[in-house]
C-alpha cells in the first residue's frame, strides 16, 4: 500500500531525490539517476523539474548509452532516499541549501553541453506563455459567447413582443368579425319579423363596427321601407298610435346604440352619425339621452373592467385604456348636464 505524506515532508523527499539524481546525472549513472526520478515521480506527478530531469535522463541514455563516457572520476556516492522512510530520517543534508523541485532550485547539466538550468528556464517560460494564450482564448470565447446570447436573448424578446402583438391584432379582427356578423344576422331576423325598430337598432350598431360594410345602404333602404309600410297599415286601420314604440323601448334600443360607439371611447365622426340619426328617428329628448347615457357608462365601464382582469393583472397599456375611457364617458355625460 503506497504511503501517504503531509505536503511539507512530500517536498522534502522530492528534493532530497533531485539532489541525489543531480548527483548521479554528473558522474554519468543514468540509471541510478532514473531511478531517483520515478521515486520522485511517484511522490509528486506533477513536478516539473523531475519531468525535466526525466526527458534529460532518456535523451543522454541515447546518446550514450547507460553510462557517459565521460564519467571517469570517483562518483560522489548519493545519499539513498527512500520515499517509504519517515520525514525524520530525510532531512537534507544542508539545510540552507535550495534544493530542485522547489522555487529556487538550483540544476546542473553535468557533461552535457547545454545548461539544464537555462533550458529548464526557457521550458517554464514557454509553458507560461502557453497557459497565458489560452486563458486569453477562453476570456475572448466567454465574451463571445456572452454577446451572442445577449443579441439572442434581445431577438427572442422582439419576437415575442412582435407574436402578441399580432395575436392582439388578431384578436381584435376576429371579435369585429363576429360582431359585424351578429349584427348583420340581426338586421335580417328582425326585418323578418316586422320589427322595424329592431333592425334599425341592429343596423346602428353594424354601422358603428364596419360603416363601410357593402350591405348598409341596402338594408337601410329595407328598413325605410318597411317602416313606410308599418305606417301605411296602421292609418288604414285607424291606429295612428300603433306605428309607435314605448319611450322604454326606444330608450332601450338607444343605450345600445351609444354602448356600441363608446365601447372604444369617444366616438368618431361616423359613429356620432349613427347616433345623431338613432336619437332622431327615435325622437330621444335631452333628459332621456341623459339617463340613458349615465346608464351606459356604468354598464360600459363595467363591461370593459371584467374583460381587463379576466386573466388577472392587466398590464400597463390595458391601465392607460381604462382611464382614458373613463375619463371620455364622464366629459361625455357632463356634456349633457
Do not use: C
Amino acid at each position: 500500500m503506497k504511503k501517504e505524506y503531509p505536503d511539507a515532508s512530500r517536498k522534502k523527499l522530492v528534493g532530497e531525490l533531485l539532489k541525489n539524481t543531480d548527483k548521479l546525472l554528473k558522474v554519468g549513472d543514468y540509471e541510478q539517476a532514473l531511478s531517483e526520478v520515478e521515486k520522485s515521480l511517484e511522490l509528486e506527478p506533477g513536478n516539473f523539474y523531475a519531468q525535466a530531469y526525466k526527458e534529460r535522463i532518456t535523451a543522454l541514455r541515447e546518446k550514450y548509452g547507460e553510462s557517459s563516457p565521460a564519467a571517469g572520476a570517483a562518483p560522489e556516492t548519493p545519499r539513498r532516499v527512500d520515499p517509504a522512510i519517515p520525514e525524520a530520517e530525510t532531512v537534507p543534508e544542508d539545510e540552507g541549501e535550495d534544493t530542485p523541485g522547489t522555487e529556487h532550485a538550483e540544476t546542473r547539466a553535468g557533461a552535457d553541453p547545454v545548461n539544464l538550468r537555462e533550458q529548464i528556464a526557457r521550458e517554464r517560460a514557454d509553458q507560461e506563455s502557453e497557459t497565458q494564450r489560452q486563458a486569453e482564448e477562453i476570456a475572448r470565447k466567454a465574451l463571445e459567447q456572452e454577446i451572442h446570447q445577449g443579441a439572442a436573448a434581445g431577438k427572442m424578446m422582439a419576437a415575442a413582443r412582435e407574436a402578441a402583438a399580432r395575436a392582439i391584432e388578431e384578436g381584435r379582427l376576429r371579435a369585429r368579425s363576429e360582431l359585424i356578423a351578429r349584427y348583420r344576422d340581426g338586421v335580417g331576423s328582425f326585418l323578418a319579423s316586422g320589427d322595424v325598430e329592431g333592425a334599425f337598432a341592429e343596423l346602428s350598431r353594424l354601422t358603428i363596427v364596419d360603416p363601410e360594410y357593402p350591405a348598409i345602404a341596402e338594408f337601410d333602404r329595407q328598413i325605410s321601407a318597411a317602416a313606410e309600410e308599418n305606417i301605411v297599415s296602421s292609418a288604414g286601420e285607424g291606429a295612428a298610435e300603433g306605428g309607435q314604440i314605448s319611450r322604454e323601448m326606444a330608450g332601450e334600443i338607444f343605450g345600445n346604440i351609444l354602448k356600441a360607439a363608446w365601447r372604444e371611447g369617444t366616438p368618431n365622426a361616423s359613429q356620432a352619425e349613427v347616433v345623431d340619426k338613432a336619437r332622431k328617428r327615435l325622437e330621444i329628448t335631452p333628459g332621456e339621452e341623459r339617463q340613458v347615457m349615465s346608464r351606459v357608462q356604468r354598464e360600459v365601464v363595467n363591461e370593459a373592467m371584467r374583460e381587463a382582469y379576466r386573466d388577472g393583472d392587466p398590464n400597463p397599456e390595458t391601465r392607460s385604456f381604462l382611464d382614458r375611457l373613463t375619463t371620455e364617458l364622464s366629459q361625455g355625460l357632463k356634456s349633457f348636464s
